[in-house]
């Protein structure tokens, strides 16, 4: 069966940076997108962008450019998020969310879940 | 202030149908797929619908989903209490370029 299992919950100081990682099992991990997908404590969810794994190409949403990257590795079917000069509003559940469909509009649709990262940011 | 705008609270009692509903524009919902998830507090967001009416394997057939326009809503029917949760709505976006989010609709099952 399809599993994203993220890495542990981090603490940082405002100003650092965080990378959440995302390992993938049951599928063939080059054939779907990854998306990251965010949620403030009692908020809604948001969209950060997504991972093509097979290429690496990457499409980050407007808000985030800049301050964050997502990588992969194939050889051990693991993404990746890193995001540089962390804020307190950045303090929020991280996401990776596999996209439904191969790669084609299907892939909007994100089917299966990790259990997410919390990440803390406090001075 | 999201993208997507959803009603924050939808309420309904057991075996009622409920229905909650997206509004977007021509840029997202006007042109492209809906999406519907459902989510417990404290876990992960789960899909129930994709490409505006579709469900994953395993999503009883009491959820369903339309569009209309710029507009998209998830019905729920013979509900029930374990539907008490989150539901956001998504949609890609042609203007921004990425996937935006409604700000979900908790819904209250009486």
């Known amino acids: 069966q399809v599993q994203l299992v993220q890495s542990g919950a981090e603490v940082k100081k405002p100003g650092a940076s965080v990378k959440v990682s995302c390992k993938a099992s049951?599928?063939?991990?080059?054939?779907?997108?990854m998306h990251w997908v965010r949620q403030a404590p009692g908020q809604g969810l948001e969209w950060m962008g997504w991972?093509?794994?097979?290429?690496?190409?990457?499409n980050n949403a407007q808000k985030f450019q800049g301050r964050v990257t997502m990588t992969r590795d194939t050889s051990i079917s693991t993404a990746y998020m890193e995001l540089r000069r962390l804020r307190s509003d950045d303090t929020a559940v991280y996401y990776c969310?596999?996209?439904?469909?191969?790669?084609?509009?299907?892939?909007?649709?994100?089917?299966?879940w990790g259990q997410g990262t919390l990440v803390t940011v406090s001075s | 202030q999201s993208v997507l705008t959803q009603p924050p609270s939808a309420s309904g009692t057991p075996g009622q149908r409920v229905t909650i509903s997206c509004s977007g524009s021509?840029?997202?919902?006007?042109?492209?797929?809906v999406c519907w998830y459902q989510q417990f507090p404290g876990t992960a967001p789960k899909l129930l619908i994709y490409?505006?009416?579709q469900r994953p394997s395993g999503v009883p057939d009491r959820f369903s989903g339309s569009k209309s326009g710029t507009s998209a809503s998830l019905a729920i029917s013979g509900l029930r209490s374990e539907d008490e949760a989150d539901y956001y709505c998504?949609?890609?976006?042609?203007?921004?370029?990425?996937?935006?989010f409604g700000g979900g609709t908790k819904l209250t099952v009486l």
């Open positions: 969310a596999r996209g439904y469909g191969g790669y084609d509009w299907d892939s909007v649709a994100a089917s299966h």
């Open positions: 021509t840029s997202n919902i006007g042109s492209n797929f």
């Open positions: 998504a949609a890609w976006d042609d203007s921004l370029s990425g996937l935006v």
């Open positions: 490409r505006d009416d």
């Open positions: 991972i093509n794994p097979n290429s690496g190409d990457t």
């Open positions: 049951g599928y063939t991990f080059t054939g779907h997108y």
